[in-house]
């Protein structure tokens, strides 16, 4: 059974920093490709960023030079540090892999940021 366990949300203010992390289990963590996205109540998922089992990390623009996707294949750790934290980077973040033919994704955490 694969389980995707996120933790590390919670209120920042504009401009602020926040690290995210996802613990795997139930997958050899260090084949597959993982991803962060994010979403907004009313709106549609949104891809953020997302890392190759062979490291190679891609972002949404509107991220690009504020946030850092990274892992650690030894704990099986997917990490996301979100800095110069902006308003609109509010909402429930989740990780997600694709594996056995399916996807996979965790329940989230809130991510909040407001002065």
């Known amino acids: 059974q694969v389980h995707l366990v996120e933790s590390g949300g919670g209120l920042a203010q504009p401009g602020g920093s926040l690290r995210l992390s996802c613990v795997a289990s139930g997958i050899n963590f260090k084949l597959y490709a993982m991803k962060w996205y994010r979403q907004v109540p009313g709106k549609e998922r949104e891809l953020v960023a997302s890392?190759?089992?062979?490291?190679?990390?891609i972002y949404t623009d509107s991220v690009k030079g504020r946030f850092t996707i990274s892992r650690d294949n030894v704990r099986n750790r997917l990490s996301l540090q979100m800095d110069s934290l902006k308003p609109e980077d509010t909402a429930v973040y989740s990780c997600?892999?694709?594996?056995?033919?399916?996807?996979?994704w965790g329940r989230g955490t809130q991510v909040t940021v407001s002065s």
């Open positions: 997600h892999t694709f594996a056995f033919g399916r996807d996979f």
């Open positions: 890392i190759t089992s062979a490291g190679s990390a």
